[in-house]
């Protein structure tokens, strides 16, 4: 079994900052890349930014130059550090994970459980 978590949203104003966490727990062999999504009322899921294993990272262009994501391997955590905030970033973020696990060995794919991001003065 394996779960991410996420955690660090909140209500914050226009301009203003907020970091977001996601740990993996379980049954993990292997990290491969880690992402956030961000799915806003009414509107479809869309992809904030990924990171590899060994660091690599991609970034959709509304947020680029503002969020930054980085992940921690030794503690299984993605973070998505998100600065400049504006209104139309007010979404529910979901984290996932690319990931081995054992108990049988395979390929899998997660997703933690959302976390809400408002943006509003």
């Known amino acids: 079994q394996v779960q991410l978590v996420e955690s660090g949203g909140g209500l914050v104003q226009p301009g203003g900052s907020l970091r977001l966490s996601c740990a993996a727990s379980g049954s993990i062999f292997r990290l491969n890349d880690m992402g956030w999504h961000r799915q806003a009322p009414g509107k479809q899921r869309e992809l904030v930014a990924t990171?590899?294993?060994?660091?690599?990272?991609n970034y959709a262009d509304s947020v680029k130059g503002r969020f930054t994501i980085s992940r921690d391997n030794a503690k299984n955590t993605v973070y998505l550090q998100m600065n400049s905030l504006k209104p139309e970033d007010t979404a529910v973020y979901y984290c996932?994970?690319?990931?081995?696990?054992?108990?049988?060995?395979?390929?899998?794919?997660?997703w933690g459980q959302g976390t809400l991001v408002t943006v509003s003065s």
């Open positions: 996932n994970a690319d990931l081995w696990i054992v108990g049988p060995y395979r390929r899998v794919e997660r």
């Open positions: 990171i590899t294993n060994g660091g690599s990272t």
